[in-house]
């Protein structure tokens, strides 16, 4: 009875002592990681601080075409890239305008009947730092999302639109990433 008591002991012990040093790795890792510069995926900092002060336009036809888009995509970049506006004061000038396309809508593929039933939605937009000296120039960027058609006409629209919301969402993305690259 000794032995049995005496054996699960160490185990135990022994399960403590890994954990420990398990845990110790772990704790570590996460001090010096992000002192060499590491930062860990979906940390709540800003990206840049260069787009503080700046102030931030949605232009183009697609934005007069299809407003709530453009202001979904306003309040992504805002939110990601910490546009405040210029403040009274501080004459920063940097306005960046994204010239907003039209959004494509493209057939992939149609059912033996001909009926299509796959489609593609695209929006491009064009990112322009206007108002200050030695801005980088950016590349076209765009937001796809691939959606089915169903043959019911009621839920059409309702596809259309989460497809529509899922590329601006993406176009969103790639935004954030171009905008906040090093030049």
Same mark, same amino acid.
């Given at each position: 009875?000794?032995?049995?008591?005496?054996?699960?002991?160490?185990?135990?012990?022994?399960?403590?002592?890994?954990?420990?040093?398990?845990?110790?790795?772990?704790?570590?890792?996460?001090?010096?990681?992000?002192?060499?510069?590491?930062?860990?995926?979906?940390?709540?900092?800003?990206?840049?601080?260069?787009?503080?002060?700046?102030?931030?336009?949605?232009?183009?036809?697609?934005? /007069?075409?299809?407003?709530?888009?453009?202001?979904?995509?306003?309040?992504?970049?805002?939110?990601?890239?910490?546009?405040?506006?210029?403040?009274?004061?501080?004459?920063?000038?940097? /306005?960046?305008?994204?010239?907003?396309?039209?959004?494509?809508?493209?057939?992939?593929?149609?059912?033996?009947?001909?009926?299509?039933?796959?489609?593609?939605?695209?929006?491009?937009?064009?990112?322009?730092?206007?108002?200050?000296?030695?801005?980088?120039?950016?590349?076209?960027?765009?937001?796809?999302?691939?959606?089915?058609?169903?043959?019911?006409?009621?839920?059409?629209?309702?596809?259309?639109?989460?497809?529509?919301?899922?590329? /601006?969402?993406?176009?969103?993305?790639?935004?954030?990433?171009?905008?906040?690259?090093?030049?």
């Amino acid at each position: 009875m000794f032995s049995r008591v005496a054996s699960g002991l160490l185990g135990c012990c022994r399960w403590l002592l890994v954990g420990r040093g398990r845990l110790w790795f772990l704790l570590s890792a996460m001090v010096w990681l992000p002192a060499c510069g590491y930062h860990f995926p979906g940390s709540v900092e800003r990206v840049e601080s260069r787009w503080q002060n700046a102030r931030l336009q949605i232009v183009g036809p697609g934005a /007069t075409e299809q407003p709530q888009l453009a202001f979904v995509l306003r309040d992504r970049l805002q939110a990601r890239l910490g546009f405040e506006g210029v403040a009274d004061g501080q004459g920063s000038g940097v /306005t960046l305008k994204i010239n907003l396309g039209l959004m494509e809508r493209q057939l992939v593929t149609e059912d033996r009947t001909g009926r299509a039933n796959l489609f593609r939605l695209t929006i491009r937009a064009k990112p322009v730092a206007e108002g200050g000296e030695g801005l980088p120039k950016y590349p076209l960027v765009h937001g796809t999302a691939s959606y089915y058609e169903p043959f019911i006409s009621t839920s059409v629209q309702a596809t259309q639109k989460r497809a529509e919301t899922e590329a /601006t969402e993406q176009l969103a993305d790639t935004l954030v990433a171009v905008l906040s690259a090093s030049f």
